[in-house]
Structures are given as C-alpha cells and as structure tokens.
C-alpha cells in the first residue's frame, strides 16, 4: 500500500498489504489516497490505478447520490460507522459489476489533514450462501405445503373411501333386509299356498275318480261337469301360483319390468276369458266395447296379473246370478280402469287394512284366498308409476280401480 500525504512505518504498509479485507483511505473530497491489494484484486483495478480517483467510481450509479450526501456525515463521525451488516449493500467493479459488501468507516486525523479509512469485506460469497439458504427454505416450505396438500387430498380420500363403504354397507344391509324379508313372505306365503292348494287339490282328485267312472253316453253331461271342476281348480291353483312367481319380481333388484305398447283389449279380453272359466253360475262379466283403439304403453304381464286378481276376487266375493262390470275411464293424464261388483264389499272399519299382506276381511274367510293378491298388485304398480284404488259397502259391492299414466316411467 502507497501513501503519498502522510507517513508510514514498514510495518503498516505490510499489514495493509497481506490482509485479506480491503481497505481504502480517502480525503475528505472522497479522493483515494491508498488502496490495498485486496481491494485492487476485488475491484479489478492495476495496484495504484485508484489511486487519485474519486470513491465514486467505486459506488453504482443508483446509489451514487445518497452516498455523497452521506459521506460528509461519515466524514464528521468521531467513531467508527459500519454499513452493509443490516441491509444489502452494494459496489461497484470496474467491469460495471455489482458485489454486495460490507464497510467500516474509520475517520482519523493526521497532523495537518483528516481522511476517512474505508474496511471493505466481499460478502459475494455469504450472500450466495445466504440466498441458498433461502431457496432451499422455499423450496422446503414448498414441499411441506406439498406435502400438507398430499395429506389433505389423502384424509379428503379416505373420508370418501369411509363414505363410499358406508354406503356400500348400508346397501348390503339393506339388501340382507329386503332378503330376509322376502324370505319371511316366501315362507308364510308358501305354508299358506300349500294350505290353499289342498282343498282344490282333493276337489281335483275326486272329481278326476268321478269323471273315470262315468263312461256311458248318458253319464257325458256328469262327466263334463267334473271335467270343468277339474279346469276351474286348475285355473284357481294356477292363479295363486302366478301371485307367488310375481313375488320375486317384486323384490328383484334389478328392473324386471318390460313396458310396451299394446292394445288394451287385448289384456281385458284374455283376463275377462279367464275369469269366465272360474265365474259362479250365471255371473255375467260386462266389458266396454269402445276400447279398441285404445293403446297402452305398461307392463302387460302386470296389467294382466293385477286384472286376473280384481275379477277373480269379484268373482270370489260375490253371488251367482251376479254382474260385474270392467269399465275404462281415460283423462287427461291417465288411463282408469275398475272393476266393479255387487258383493260382499268390505267393511268400513277393515278397509284400511285391505293391501296389507295376508290381511282378510271378516267376512271374507269362509272363501278360500291367502290375503296376498291385492297387495302384490299394489306393489307392482307402484313400481310402475301406477296405483290401485277401492271404494266398498259391506253388502253392496265393491268397485277397485287401477290408474294408469299415458306413458308409464318405471320407479
Ligand atoms: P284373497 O282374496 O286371496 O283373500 P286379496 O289380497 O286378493 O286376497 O284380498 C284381500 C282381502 O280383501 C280379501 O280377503 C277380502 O277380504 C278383501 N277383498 C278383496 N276384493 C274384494 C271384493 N271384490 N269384495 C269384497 N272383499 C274383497
């Protein structure tokens, strides 16, 4: 280091030139009087080349102006001012690059003149080390917020995975129900069915021995009247057979159903056929005639089961000599058809009870049945968007009405 206004030992001029921080002297005109090596070799200059320069050259234009106003400042100070510890500070090399420093500014007097001694640290390397630091403190708080997202879409998944086995549960459960259910209704039903299906099965029986022995010419009206007993019990077992088989369809899981289009009469008719096989003597069934054109868009097989069980029950609870009278009313949204008797009819008090499973009226019970008809049929067309209907005087009759959408939607 070369000092060209005031004295110096050996000593110091070695010192200043091994140490590894930089150090530059100045006058109060912030015009450099010395320069060490390290400053040179930090700053890119020739040893002796700042010499005489102004500490501008030294500072980046964008903190020029607030350096000069401050140096006076620094100048005046009587301890030591050290800047760049609290915030960045910055300086500039020859090659116009910036290096964050650190500086302390040392004012002493000689004898005749005051100088300002300027310690200068490269910080390069320490704000590199900082701003890793920091960066990798991003990128860790990233990768906790990643890491927190992953864990929230996780116990957001598994909420889903709890909500979906719980569903599936209560579906099993449901399911386990409903068989049990069904079980239960087979069961009752089938003791019931095996209790119904013996009388006519001994009517069956002795009236096939009977009809075995008439076998003159003149025995051909007996036989023909044991011959019909035989088809009507056929036909009674038959239909109690055909509620039994639709249970399960009832209860299917899956859709059973098979809405089509198809005349309406041609359901009446056949069931009203039917019907005429199991009808008491001169029971006389009235059909409308004006329904030919009338097309239908349901379940056939229901339509027809559920008109077998009016008729037949019309049949069943009322006398010979009687009429029963199918009738269709079509309106604006649905297609009402009803069959109507003038039986036994059902008491007021038992009405409300008359679609429950099993349930017989009073005065029904000396007529052979299970009690299961009526509410097979309403849970069919229930299921077909559809409804059953009654209005009844006990010994007057009974009119049951099915109500039919235009086009049915399956439940
Ligand atoms: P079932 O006729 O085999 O007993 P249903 O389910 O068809 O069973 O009918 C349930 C009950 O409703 C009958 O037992 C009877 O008491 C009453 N019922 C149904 N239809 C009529 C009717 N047309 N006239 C009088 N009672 C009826």
Do not use: W
Request: net charge negative.
């Amino acid at each position: 280091m070369k000092n060209y206004n005031t004295q110096k030992t050996n000593i110091f001029e070695f010192l200043c030139g091994t140490i590894s921080e930089g150090i530059v002297i100045a006058d109060e005109n912030r015009k450099i009087t010395a320069s060490n090596n390290a400053v040179n070799s930090t700053f890119g200059y020739e040893e002796n080349e700042l010499i005489g320069e102004s500490l501008d050259i030294l500072i980046p234009p964008q903190e020029l102006s607030v350096f000069q106003e401050q140096f006076r400042h620094y100048f005046q100070q009587k301890g030591l001012v050290q800047l760049g510890f609290d915030r960045d500070l910055l300086a500039l090399k020859k090659n116009g690059e910036s290096i964050p420093i650190q500086v302390s500014l040392n004012p002493f007097e000689t004898e005749d003149q005051s100088f300002i001694m300027i310690l200068i640290a490269d910080v390069s390397e320490q704000t590199k080390q900082k701003e890793q630091i920091l960066k990798l403190n991003q990128t860790l708080s990233q990768l906790v917020d990643e890491r927190t997202e992953d864990l929230r879409q996780t116990v957001i998944d598994l909420k889903d995975e709890i909500k979906r086995r719980k569903k599936a549960e209560f579906k099993m459960k449901a399911a386990l129900e409903k068989e049990i259910e069904l079980n239960e209704l087979k069961t009752k039903f089938l003791s019931l069915v095996s209790h119904e299906f013996k009388t006519p099965l001994s009517i069956i029986l002795s009236s096939a021995t009977l009809a075995e022995k008439y076998t003159l010419p003149e025995h051909e009206e007996k036989r023909l009247k044991h011959l019909t007993n035989i088809k009507l019990k056929v036909k009674t077992l038959n239909n109690i057979l055909n509620d039994f088989l639709s249970i399960e369809r009832l209860h299917a899981d899956h859709n059973t159903y098979h809405p089509e289009t198809f005349p309406l009469n041609r359901v009446i008719n056949s069931a009203v056929y039917d019907a005429n096989m199991l009808s008491k003597e001169n029971q006389k069934i009235n059909y409308p005639d004006n329904i030919d054109e009338l097309m239908i868009y349901f379940d056939e097989k229901i339509l027809e089961l559920s008109l077998n069980n009016l008729l037949n029950n019309s049949i069943k609870y009322s006398s010979d000599h009687s009429e029963i009278d199918v009738r269709v009313e079509v309106d604006k949204d649905r297609i009402h058809i009803s069959v109507a008797d003038n039986g036994i009819g059902i008491s007021e008090e038992e009405q409300k009870y008359i679609f429950k499973p099993y349930f017989r009226a009073e005065n029904a019970l000396t007529h052979q049945g299970t009690g299961i008809g009526l509410n097979i049929v309403k849970e069919h067309l229930e299921k077909l968007d559809s409804s059953i209907s009654f209005t009844s005087k006990e010994g007057e009759g009974s009119t049951f009405t099915i109500s039919i959408p235009h086009k049915t939607s399956l439940k």
